[in-house]
């Protein structure tokens, strides 16, 4: 039987879908086949932004006019006609045949801001109980006191046992921060024991519009700067009419700066005030009255290369352009990584995960997709919280991805580099970058007791005092040194370097285990609805018998310490006893000595891909193996086979590719791809996080 469960709201301004997201975001790690829908929508489903969103994040199998009952038109019709029954009839109807589509299915009640008068107060719970579903009830903590939360707790309480709706939990939204505890404290000791409350603080950032929607809400025309991009927040708006001295005092970091096209003396100061560490940053520029600058400054626009800040323009005058960018309001949209990122790092804070999965009861989900997989990652992250050095500070994936890890909170963060012009650079790119620490290795009072620590180390292999205090200028070696030195507890570095570059100082001093003979790789495969594991597929060009056997048994704790249980297959062109050869015989030794060293291990080879994931296949091949058609973690004979598959894979079937991750040193180094993606450095840097918390399995 489907589970479900409403999300319900009584009041306007609850900012109900960012408690709509967290809620999917915590399902989608534990339901094989998850829907949403919403029981009156606004708009057609295909412009509902609140589908758009969920539907593109969590890959829903489910069409737009699937996700909705009725629109707000239709509801207001039927009302209007005294037809409620028929309204209440084709919302359960499009409800259940959603039902059918999935596992668990999250019903969204209707924006009461959006209702006419001619729908009561309760509407929402009505429809929840019609459903059949329990409900969340979001409360509104925009502007009110302690008290008013309460009274608007205790009227939703009353109204939802009066018509008898199963209420398991409410979050009070948007609360302001210097009421939180107080609220907290009165809410727990007046309102029912046995329903989970949680209070959300108030987070402006989230209602603030980004650039890109002013531009396209005012239909602006691009005119100079960066096309793409433009998913910084707009704090505040500032109409420039003074002159450029006086302007300058007014200018705050993230403001819109409108002023008419034709004064370039404002155009230049802005540009001046971003270039100087001595002003704080604008978000970007939007010029009125349909007028353009002079050719002389076009020409000078033009010719600036490193030109950050957008430029567009407007033919509405500068003050019906003030207007109506101040009337655009922020959403949360599908491309905006950023601030989804900031609404769950909000909602994981301040939510009891674990006693709200309990009370709706969220059934265990069989599967594991690659957001799941995600989100556990930062949930394990969390349970002990650790300390990453990121070397590559010059690289704004870095910056960026350092963002998305604070905002979501899952560890403390060292970024190298020069600390002023990195914080001017993520104060250009629009990023809050608050309690990472910045340290510069060209300046840095560790410089010299590094180089000492690695003279000590480094010695007997003819490196001199001077040798030492220069090497420790680069960053590689610097950051390794950090983990080294326990100052931090991992490094993920290659966004720039290359692999060699990033992991030769870890081999060189923080070395392995005595009982481990290599350090490997593996690649966490997330396909659709599981992850698999890939060794090695970066590190080892032609592992013999030995280190294969190595290969497979530390791929194997790696699964285990993400969750993934190690069935390992040994590959090879042949599967079982149907080949020979060299390179087979190679694969079947290193079965022999895998499975001597580790017993207890699912192992077996040589096996081919198809035999080894494909368990119709596998009843042909090797009907009697306990790995066949069940592997999760498969061991390439070599480099060159490893490394294709993979992109291969990745390439063709869409999984997501995370790593290397390398195994087998005494402390936890990764390495990343120089074109990997921004999410690609959050995902590495929370199983570096992991690999630290497990750090006396990581090479043994």
Same mark, same amino acid.
């Given at each position: 039987?489907?589970?479900?469960?409403? #999300?319900? !709201?009584?009041?306007?301004?609850?900012?109900?879908?960012?408690?709509?997201?967290?809620?999917?975001?915590?399902?989608?790690?534990?339901?094989?086949?998850?829907?949403?829908?919403?029981?009156? !929508?606004?708009?057609?489903?295909?412009?509902?932004?609140?589908?758009?969103?969920?539907?593109?994040?969590?890959?829903?199998?489910?069409?737009?006019?699937?996700? #909705?009952?009725?629109?707000?038109?239709?509801?207001?019709?039927?009302?209007?006609?005294?037809?409620?029954?028929?309204?209440?009839?084709?919302?359960?109807?499009?409800?259940?045949?959603?039902?059918?589509?999935?596992?668990?299915?999250?019903?969204?009640?209707?924006?009461?801001?959006?209702?006419?008068?001619?729908?009561?107060?309760?509407? !929402?719970?009505?429809?929840?109980?019609?459903?059949?579903?329990?409900?969340?009830?979001?409360?509104?903590?925009?502007?009110?006191?302690?008290?008013?939360?309460?009274?608007?707790?205790?009227?939703?309480?009353?109204?939802?046992?009066?018509?008898?709706?199963?209420?398991?939990?409410?979050?009070?939204?948007?609360?302001?921060?210097?009421?939180?505890?107080?609220?907290?404290?009165?809410?727990?000791?007046?309102?029912?024991?046995?329903?989970?409350?949680?209070? /959300?603080?108030?987070?402006?950032?989230?209602?603030?519009?980004?650039?890109?929607? #002013?531009?396209?809400?005012?239909?602006?025309?691009?005119?100079?700067?960066?096309?793409?991009?433009?998913? +910084?927040?707009?704090?505040?708006?500032?109409?420039?009419?003074?002159?450029?001295?006086?302007?300058? =005092?007014?200018?705050?970091?993230?403001?819109?700066?409108?002023?008419?096209?034709?004064?370039?003396?404002?155009?230049?100061?802005? /540009?001046?005030?971003?270039?100087?560490? =001595?002003?704080?940053?604008?978000?970007?520029?939007?010029?009125?009255?349909?007028?353009?600058?002079?050719?002389?400054?076009?020409?000078?626009?033009?010719?600036?290369?490193?030109?950050?800040?957008?430029?567009?323009?407007?033919?509405?005058?500068?003050?019906?352009?003030?207007? %109506?960018?101040?009337?655009?309001?922020?959403?949360?949209?599908?491309? %905006?990584?950023?601030?989804?990122?900031?609404?769950?790092?909000?909602?994981?804070? =301040?939510?009891?995960?674990?006693?709200?999965?309990?009370?709706? +009861?969220?059934?265990?989900?069989?599967?594991?997709?690659?957001?799941?997989?995600?989100?556990?990652?930062?949930?394990?992250?969390?349970?002990?919280?650790?300390?990453?050095?990121?070397?590559?500070?010059?690289?704004?994936?870095?910056?960026?991805?350092?963002?998305?890890?604070?905002?979501?909170?899952?560890?403390?963060?060292?970024?190298?580099?020069?600390?002023?012009?990195?914080?001017?650079?993520?104060?250009?790119?629009?990023?809050?970058?608050?309690?990472?620490?910045?340290?510069?290795?060209?300046?840095?009072?560790?410089?010299?007791?590094?180089?000492?620590?690695?003279?000590? /180390?480094?010695?007997?292999?003819?490196?001199?005092?001077?040798?030492?205090?220069?090497?420790?200028?680069?960053?590689?070696?610097?950051?390794?040194?950090?983990?080294?030195?326990?100052?931090?507890?991992?490094?993920?570095?290659?966004?720039?370097?290359?692999?060699?570059?990033?992991?030769?100082?870890?081999?060189?001093?923080?070395?392995?285990?005595?009982?481990?003979?290599?350090?490997?790789?593996?690649?966490?495969?997330?396909?659709?609805?599981?992850?698999?594991?890939?060794?090695?597929?970066?590190?080892?060009? %032609?592992?013999?018998?030995?280190?294969?056997?190595?290969?497979?048994?530390?791929?194997?704790?790696?699964?285990?310490?993400?969750?993934?249980?190690?069935?390992?297959?040994?590959?090879?062109?042949?599967?079982?006893?149907?080949?020979?050869?060299?390179?087979?015989?190679?694969?079947?030794?290193?079965?022999?000595?895998?499975?001597?060293?580790?017993?207890?291990?699912?192992?077996?080879?040589?096996?081919?891909?198809?035999?080894?994931?494909?368990?119709?296949?596998?009843?042909?091949?090797?009907?009697?193996?306990?790995?066949?058609?069940?592997?999760?973690?498969?061991?390439?004979?070599?480099? %060159?086979?490893?490394?294709?598959?993979?992109?291969?894979?990745?390439?063709?079937?869409?999984?997501?590719?995370?790593?290397?991750?390398?195994?087998?040193? =005494?402390?936890?180094?990764?390495?990343? !791809? +120089?074109?990997?993606?921004?999410?690609?450095?959050?995902?590495?840097?929370?199983?570096?996080?992991?690999?630290?918390?497990?750090?006396?399995?990581?090479? +043994?």
């Amino acid at each position: 039987m489907t589970e479900s469960l409403y #999300i319900a !709201s009584l009041e306007a301004n609850s900012g109900k879908l960012f408690i709509t997201l967290g809620v999917m975001e915590m399902l989608s790690r534990r339901v094989d086949h998850l829907g949403f829908f919403r029981s009156i !929508s606004p708009v057609p489903a295909r412009e509902d932004n609140h589908i758009q969103l969920i539907s593109s994040r969590f890959h829903l199998d489910q069409q737009p006019e699937q996700m #909705i009952g009725v629109t707000h038109e239709q509801a207001r019709s039927w009302i209007a006609a005294g037809e409620e029954r028929r309204l209440f009839r084709e919302i359960v109807a499009r409800f259940k045949q959603a039902e059918e589509q999935c596992d668990f299915l999250l019903c969204e009640g209707p924006d009461i801001s959006h209702l006419s008068d001619a729908f009561d107060y309760d509407i !929402s719970i009505r429809i929840a109980r019609e459903l059949g579903s329990p409900a969340l009830y979001v409360s509104s903590g925009y502007r009110a006191t302690a008290a008013e939360l309460l009274e608007n707790i205790r009227v939703a309480e009353k109204t939802f046992r009066q018509l008898k709706c199963p209420l398991p939990a409410i979050m009070v939204n948007r609360v302001d921060t210097k009421i939180l505890g107080e609220a907290e404290k009165e809410l727990r000791e007046q309102c029912d024991s046995t329903i989970a409350i949680d209070l /959300l603080p108030e987070m402006e950032s989230l209602g603030n519009p980004t650039m890109g929607e #002013i531009v396209e809400a005012l239909h602006a025309d691009w005119f100079s700067g960066p096309k793409t991009g433009l998913q +910084r927040d707009v704090r505040d708006f500032k109409v420039a009419a003074m002159g450029p001295a006086n302007f300058l =005092n007014y200018i705050e970091k993230d403001d819109l700066i409108i002023t008419p096209g034709d004064r370039p003396d404002i155009i230049l100061t802005t /540009l001046g005030a971003i270039a100087s560490k =001595n002003y704080p940053s604008p978000v970007g520029l939007l010029l009125s009255g349909g007028l353009i600058p002079e050719p002389s400054v076009i020409k000078l626009l033009e010719g600036l290369d490193d030109l950050t800040i957008p430029i567009y323009s407007v033919s509405s005058d500068t003050y019906r352009t003030a207007m %109506n960018a101040a009337a655009v309001q922020g959403r949360l949209r599908p491309d %905006n990584e950023r601030k989804i990122a900031r609404a769950l790092g909000m909602f994981e804070a =301040n939510v009891d995960i674990p006693a709200l999965e309990e009370k709706i +009861r969220v059934t265990a989900s069989s599967t594991m997709s690659p957001l799941m997989f995600e989100y556990s990652l930062f949930q394990q992250a969390r349970q002990e919280r650790k300390h990453i050095v990121l070397p590559e500070g010059e690289d704004d994936r870095i910056l960026q991805a350092a963002e998305i890890l604070r905002l979501r909170d899952v560890v403390d963060l060292t970024i190298l580099g020069e600390e002023s012009r990195l914080r001017s650079r993520a104060a250009t790119l629009g990023l809050k970058l608050d309690g990472v620490t910045f340290i510069d290795p060209q300046t840095s009072t560790l410089r010299d007791e590094f180089a000492e620590t690695f003279f000590a /180390l480094r010695k007997h292999k003819g490196i001199t005092m001077d040798r030492a205090f220069d090497t420790m200028s680069d960053v590689s070696y610097f950051g390794t040194m950090m983990v080294y030195r326990n100052m931090v507890d991992g490094m993920v570095s290659g966004a720039v370097h290359t692999t060699a570059h990033t992991i030769r100082p870890a081999f060189q001093f923080i070395g392995t285990p005595a009982d481990v003979l290599l350090v490997s790789s593996v690649f966490l495969m997330c396909l659709e609805t599981r992850v698999l594991v890939y060794g090695d597929c970066a590190v080892n060009p %032609n592992p013999n018998s030995e280190q294969l056997a190595e290969i497979a048994i530390s791929s194997a704790k790696t699964a285990h310490m993400f969750g993934i249980e190690p069935i390992v297959a040994m590959l090879s062109y042949s599967s079982g006893t149907s080949g020979s050869g060299a390179d087979v015989e190679q694969v079947r030794k290193a079965v022999e000595i895998a499975r001597q060293r580790r017993p207890d291990l699912k192992i077996d080879g040589p096996i081919q891909y198809d035999a080894a994931i494909d368990a119709t296949v596998a009843s042909k091949k090797m009907p009697d193996s306990e790995v066949a058609g069940r592997a999760t973690v498969f061991i390439f004979p070599d480099l %060159n086979t490893g490394n294709n598959t993979y992109k291969a894979v990745q390439r063709s079937s869409g999984a997501v590719a995370i790593g290397p991750v390398l195994q087998g040193l =005494n402390k936890p180094v990764n390495d990343l !791809s +120089r074109g990997c993606l921004v999410a690609d450095i959050v995902n590495t840097v929370a199983i570096t996080a992991i690999q630290a918390q497990n750090e006396e399995d990581i090479g +043994r």
